[in-house]
């Protein structure tokens, strides 16, 4: 029988000091032997190092990954994708392998190729901010979050006792599903609204920044975001986006019909609809 993880006894090594992985280092610090950060960017390490975020900053994988019982990858999906294809070369020993990419299905995919002496699982923590860096990290940013996981056939019970062990620590609430069940929903919950909200952006004119309210700060918030990061998840979640973009397009094409055709009371009807699902959306959000 393997031995259970034990979080408390382990070293974890976080690859990607930015907004999502230094606010997750925030929060597992102290909670495990020993915690290493690494990043390409010397600034992010030092500052890490500074904040008193990580216990150890590496910028070398060759010295990084062989000392890490569990390393959580969190960077965008293509170099997440970028690292599996690496890790082999630098990881002989049994280790844990969690991401926490914004897209499942070619990350799990890759993850399956991965040598025997690999445990890997999947994970999306639901949460965020636009502006990234470590510096815009927060301890509690995990908090109440969503924290999708997905499971591979070869994923151990170690593995998942060591996933559910870092998102309670980190105070998310776990769901379990597949990567294609997690792909199809945030094409709509999370990367549809980001492409909503840069297309808002472009069709208003700057002439009207000075008549900018509340309502248009938080649709056009997303927009705020940088496009390596949404470029990634876009490339690689394409079809189910392209998807949600057509469901969008025909609700904006009832929306147009009414108005054009001066149907008011279907117009009505409709929002009426949209607020009732939104209440029940947000119920417990």
Do not use: W
């Amino acid at each position: 029988m393997e031995p259970g993880f034990v979080l408390k006894d382990s070293t974890i090594g976080i690859f990607g000091l930015g907004l999502m992985g230094g606010s997750l280092a925030m929060g597992l610090k102290g909670q495990c032997a020993r915690l290493i950060g690494f990043d390409t960017h010397l600034p992010t390490l030092e500052l890490a190092l500074s904040k008193k975020i990580i216990d150890q900053a590496e910028s070398d994988l060759a010295t990084f990954l062989p000392q890490v019982d569990l390393l959580i990858i969190a960077v965008p999906v293509l170099s997440i994708l970028n690292l599996i294809e690496q890790l082999p070369v630098f990881i002989q020993h049994p280790c844990i392998i969690m991401d926490i990419g914004s897209t499942k299905r070619e990350i799990i995919g890759a993850m399956s190729a991965l040598p025997e002496n690999f445990d890997p699982i999947g994970g999306h923590p639901i949460c965020g901010k636009e502006k990234l860096g470590l510096e815009n990290a927060d301890i509690n940013l995990y908090n109440d979050a969503p924290f999708v996981i997905t499971y591979l056939a070869r994923t151990t019970d170690r593995a998942k006792s060591a996933a559910q062990q870092i998102i309670s620590t980190v105070g998310a609430s776990l769901i379990e599903m597949t990567a294609e069940q997690h792909d199809r929903i945030l094409a709509s919950t999370s990367h549809l609204p980001f492409i909503l909200s840069s297309a808002l952006v472009h069709s208003t004119s700057p002439d009207f920044s000075p008549l900018i309210g509340p309502g248009f700060r938080s649709t056009s918030r997303l927009a705020g975001t940088p496009s390596y990061m949404m470029m990634s998840i876009l490339k690689s979640n394409r079809e189910n986006v392209l998807n949600a973009i057509r469901a969008y397009s025909q609700m904006l094409k009832e929306f147009e019909s009414a108005l054009q055709d001066e149907n008011y009371d279907t117009l009505e009807n409709i929002l009426n609809q949209s607020r009732t699902a939104h209440l029940a959306m947000t119920a417990d959000r």
